[in-house]
């Protein structure tokens, strides 16, 4: 079955380094692929998308690389502060309709001063 | 910026029950979702809307589930019977078109069935 794969591990990094997240999923070629933010009871926020032929997209200081050969996604936060302490969530559509989400457990991100 | 609303924002009820909640997606919008997430697990599909029909559900969202648009700017979730399981936050998403866009979602419904 297809699954997404997020390190369910919370991750701790210290102000103004870079974070990195992993996004692993098995048994499909995704045409893209989404990255959410989402704070405790709130909705998730969308961050970015990349497109399978795109191998890396970047905002500000959020980058996400796309390796369809290892079917991977890298989110990356540079320069981090404590404000972007959050869990941050993968996203796929396996369907290929654009119609049905299929979200990863998400990463716990805590950003330390 | 244009966001998509939900009320309530929280909603307690007795098993059995039934419970309407109500989004405002956002205005040009034609695609509409629910999503569903229980305590501490992963945010799920429940179903997307188009074309005042169903496009697509889940096998969570069963016969006691329901969707409507009732006029041009509310998208209805209804759960008939509700059950101590339907516990959980509950995501409206609405997406400009289908397929390689970015969905928008709501603050969330908290459902509490007791």
């Known amino acids: 079955s297809q699954k997404i794969e997020q390190n369910s591990e919370a991750l701790n990094i210290q102000e103004g380094k870079t974070a990195t997240l992993t996004c692993n999923y098995t048994n499909y070629s995704p045409a893209y692929l989404q990255w959410y933010r989402q704070d405790p009871g709130r909705g998730p926020v969308f961050l970015l998308l990349?497109?399978?032929?795109?191998k890396e997209k970047r905002k500000e200081r959020l980058k996400v690389t796309f390796d369809t050969t290892l079917k991977q996604s890298l989110f990356h936060i540079t320069a981090s502060q404590p404000a972007d302490s959050a869990t941050y969530l993968c996203?796929?559509?396996?369907?290929?309709?654009?119609?049905?989400?299929?979200f990863g457990t998400g990463t716990q991100l805590k950003v330390e001063l | 910026e244009p966001e998509v609303t939900q009320t309530p924002s929280h909603q307690v009820t007795q098993m059995g029950q039934e419970v309407i909640l109500r989004c405002v997606p956002i205005s040009n919008h034609l695609y509409f979702y629910w999503y569903r997430q229980i305590l501490g697990q992963k945010v799920e599909f429940l179903v997307s809307?188009?074309?005042?029909?169903?496009?697509?559900k889940s096998e969570i969202f069963d016969d006691q589930f329901s969707v409507e648009r009732p006029d041009g700017s509310n998208f209805t979730l209804k759960i008939r019977s509700t059950k101590l399981e339907d516990s959980a936050m509950y995501f409206c998403?609405?997406?400009?078109?289908?397929?390689?866009?970015?969905?928008?979602f709501g603050p969330g419904t908290r459902l509490l069935v007791l």
């Open positions: 990349i497109r399978e032929n795109e």
């Open positions: 809307f188009y074309n005042n029909e169903i496009s697509e």
């Open positions: 998403a609405s997406s400009e078109r289908r397929n390689q866009e970015t969905q928008y």
């Open positions: 996203a796929l559509d396996f369907t290929g309709g654009g119609n049905k989400l299929t």
